[in-house]
């Protein structure tokens, strides 16, 4: 039987950097939320022994994509410790409606939601800990969709805390561009110095996102798109980009700018949720 899992987006509602660490890592301090818009993936387990991607993409080999992986390390984890036969297999197909690149956490999802959904169908029994510790290794990002609630996260990233931001309507938009993550918190003039501060305290303060003034400097097309959502509401980065987010108050505010997107930007509007998608589908609600 296909099941659907959707792979949800996120927004760091804000980013800021601490402090760069010995290892070349960068402290932050980081919120994240989850969009009710995303990816959606079809799962079949099966006994075939192996892990099939129905849906290869462009350019990478199916054992480096992450989906693939990420159903290999659950699998292989779940055999080491005798909860799963080596006959067990699945056939995973992804519908992409997220960018490459984007800063939405696409590729981190997909991972996660892999992990949480074959842990349900294949009833290996990980607690959502234990497979957010296999999801870090697979990216930074994927724990907090792995746990699945918002979270202010600290550290790497890595230190994920439950946190209830408003829940707010979002135009979120992509100016066309494919920014590495690498190349922004390699960059001299990164802020890497803002003082860490409570939650409490960011929360009570306007959002911002230490990346963007590198981003907006170095790609032009992402300074037209802040410059433009900018004249209609509070606007920034999430994460290191490319995209970025205006947000809004109701659903028809937001829709009314997405009328207005100039020629060739996608774009879409969706709502901010503390709880995610997939963890609502887990639990069938």
Known sequence: MITHWPAPAKL??????TGRRPDGYHNLQTLFQFLDYG??????????????????????????NLIVRAANMLKQ????????????GAQIAVEKNLPMGGGLGGGSSDAATVLVALNHLWQTGFTPDELAAMGVKLGADVPVFVQGFAAFAQ??????????????????AHPGVNISTPVVFNDPELTRD???????????????????????KRFREVDELVSWLLEYAPS??????ACVFAEFDTESAARQVLELAPNGVRAFVARGVNVSPLQRTLRGD
Not at 166 to 171: F, H, R
């Open 155 to 172: 550290g790497v990233g890595e230190q994920l805390h439950p946190a209830e931001p408003e829940e707010k309507w979002y135009l979120v």
């Open 236 to 241: 920034r980065l999430t994460g290191t980009g």
């Open 194 to 216: 803002t003082p860490s501060r409570s939650l409490s305290t960011l929360l009570a303060s306007p959002f911002t996102n230490d990346c963007e003034a590198v981003v907006r």
């Open 39 to 64: 990816d959606q993936l079809q799962i079949t387990v099966n006994q075939s022994g192996s892990i099939t991607l129905l849906t290869p993409v462009a350019g990478v080999a199916d054992a480096d």
């Open 12 to 17: 760091n509602l804000f980013l800021y950097i």
């Open 77 to 88: 984890a779940a055999q080491d410790n005798h909860r799963l036969s080596a006959h067990a």
